[in-house]
């Protein structure tokens, strides 16, 4: 009789890292826009996951672990009006009201996604730290009393995610060295996920990255090197989307405008084909 057992998958998703991407794909192919695919949309994320699935596959314990960041608005009740970075973000909201007040927003949306993916019981959501770095610019501003332009210090604040990959790589070995799962599949260009996957693969699992075929984000050849290039599980727009059942979410959250540079989230350790 033939074996039907199939593998047990574990997927990794470091969430800020797959935002971006998709935010960029969806900019630069309307089809996959956001009236076919809302990545804020539980349902519509676990049909996008599962695309990425083989036929021979079973997802470990119903979950994927889902990596992500801490709201600005946790982050300021957790800093003390006289410290350093209390009097840094007082300048920087009396300089800048309106674009804090869209950073503020941005963080509702992602509380709301945050509580949502948690309560849903398809994710294992890890909330990682939030780091807050201001760096301190001279800004030309025009002076109508004198006619003239003079350099006026600005304060800016740029967010990043703080160890998520440790959290993530924390994961990977439990899995791996439990033998919880046959094979590990990582939504994460970042190259400090190459010790995990490492690990993992000496373990004897089987290790692989997810690409979206237009992305405009490669997989960096340090992880090729672990996966090879059977490694990376490949899908196109077509493809995902037929997984999207029609009909399957409400609407989608409220979109703020697109945050000022100092908001936005950081960077991609991928390159960024498009101009």
């Not at 294992?124 to 003239?148: A, C, D, H, T, W």
């Not at 967010?159 to 439990?174: C, E, F």
């Amino acid at each position: 009789m033939e074996n039907t057992q199939k593998a047990t998958l574990a997927i990794f998703v470091d969430w800020e890292n797959l935002r971006i991407e998709l935010e960029s794909i969806q900019r630069y192919h309307k089809e996959f826009g956001e009236q076919f695919f809302r990545f804020n949309d539980q349902g519509h994320l676990r049909a996008f996951f599962a695309a990425f699935m083989e036929e021979d596959e079973e997802l470990m314990e119903d979950k994927i672990f889902l990596y992500v960041s801490t709201p600005l608005k946790e982050w300021e009740g957790q800093i003390l009006d006289h410290s350093q970075d209390g009097y840094k973000l007082e300048s920087y909201k009396q300089q800048n009201p309106e674009e804090y007040k869209q950073a503020r927003r941005k963080s509702d949306i992602t509380k709301i996604f945050n509580q949502e993916m948690r309560l849903s019981g398809f994710f294992e959501v890890r909330q990682v730290k939030l780091k807050v770095e201001f760096e301190e610019r001279n800004s030309p501003e025009y002076v109508k009393e004198i006619g003239k332009d003079v350099k006026v210090p600005k304060i800016k604040p740029r967010l990043k995610q703080k160890q998520a990959d440790t959290y993530l790589t924390a994961d990977v070995v439990r899995v791996s060295c439990k033998e919880l799962a046959d094979r590990i599949l990582l939504f994460s260009k970042d190259t400090d996920m190459v010790p995990p996957l490492e690990y993992a693969k000496e373990e004897g699992r089987k290790v692989f990255v997810a690409h979206i075929t237009e992305s405009g984000y490669f997989v960096p050849n340090a992880l090729k090197e672990i996966t090879g290039n059977a490694g990376v599980r490949q899908r196109n727009i077509k493809e995902i989307l037929s997984k999207i059942p029609k009909g399957l979410s409400k609407p989608p959250i409220e979109k703020p405008n697109r945050p000022t540079p100092p908001f936005n989230a950081p960077p991609l350790n991928g390159v960024l084909k498009h101009p």
